[in-house]
């Protein structure tokens, strides 16, 4: 995926609610509804599976991660993200 894909929803406030595959073979990131499908390729081991979630979308929408909160789902695969 290019870098800034989905930039035109990278408003500040909005939030993103994700489920979350980890082990992957690759990251990927896709819209089904109103859920945001992202498969990173980490381990969900130390907090390693949440920092890929939040690189990957970070990287999708164009912003820097550090922008992207989160809110909900710290270790669960339901996560919640508000970008600030």
């Not at 949440?50 to 809110?71: F, I, Y």
């Amino acid at each position: 995926m290019q870098k800034g894909a989905w930039s035109e929803q990278a408003v500040p406030g909005a939030e993103f609610t994700c489920k979350v595959t980890p082990r992957a073979r690759r990251n990927s990131i896709t819209r089904e509804g109103g859920v945001i499908k992202i498969t990173v390729t980490a381990a969900p081991e130390d907090g390693r599976a949440t920092a890929a979630v939040a690189e990957t979308l970070a990287h999708a929408l164009g912003v820097a991660k550090s922008r992207l909160t989160l809110l909900r789902g710290a270790i669960s695969r339901d996560k919640v993200f508000r970008l600030d």
